[in-house]
């Protein structure tokens, strides 16, 4: 896919024919340096934002299609996000944080349960009723992931979930994400900064001017020059 922001002189491509695919369950990292595109091309893939040319599918489903409406719908149920700043509401408690994903879907059901379930997965138990602003970096970041995973959804988009943490706190986020995606089977995909920190994963999509390269930048002789 292509994504040209603005117009005329000021007009940025901030990707250039960008494609790939990831198949269920799969843990990917996109990396590249600062401005590459990394959060534009996950912006697209989150349907937070439509590319300026090419076709967005998740789960066989022609994304660029569906009007704005259907794509918040689709959106909510397919799509789970984790961002660089846990994002709580400080109002809500750890609990109802986690929920409000489920409600807004309009899914309750056995929500409460799953999301009890999914913050003992965290190891949040004891924090369940405290309010959001009353924990920790690492334990709201933990929050976030549970929210993002309470819908089930088709993939998890996190755009530098660890880039506000310590290296100890990271570490115990990037384990966690690791071990739950083998887990449920559940795909994620992360932008970072620190590959290293990942260890083994499936897939490594690099991003190059716009311009996305699948394996490490060290396989690439291209990127690097
Ligand atoms: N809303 C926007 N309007 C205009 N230009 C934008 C917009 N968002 C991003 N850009 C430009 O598009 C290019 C890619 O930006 P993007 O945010 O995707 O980079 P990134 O790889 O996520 O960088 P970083 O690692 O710093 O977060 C940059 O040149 C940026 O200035
Ligand atoms: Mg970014």
Known sequence: MTKIYGMGENKVKALDD?????????FVLIVGSSGSGKSTLLNMIGLLDR?????????????TKLNDNKISAFRNKKLGFIFQFSNLLTDLTVL????????????????????RELLKIVELESQINKRANKISGGQAQRVAIARGL?????????????????????????DLM????????????????????????????????GKAFEGEPLAH?????
């Open 18 to 26: 960008a494609s790939f695919s990831i198949e269920k369950g799969e």
């Open 150 to 174: 309470i819908n089930r959804p088709s993939i998890v988009l996190a755009d530098e979930p660890t880039g506000n943490l310590d290296s100890v706190t990271s570490k115990i986020i990037v």
């Open 178 to 209: 690791k071990s739950m995606a083998k887990k449920l089977n559940q795909t994620f995909i992360i932008v970072t900064h620190e590959p290293d920190h990942f260890g083994d994963v499936d897939k490594i999509i690099t991003i190059k001017d």
């Open 96 to 115: 109802e944080n986690v929920l409000l994903p489920r409600q807004i879907a309009g899914t309750n059901g056995s929500a409460e349960k799953d999301a």
């Open 221 to 225: 002789p291209e990127i690097i020059a």
């Open 51 to 63: 590319p300026t040319k090419g076709k967005v599918f998740i789960d066989g489903t022609d994304t």
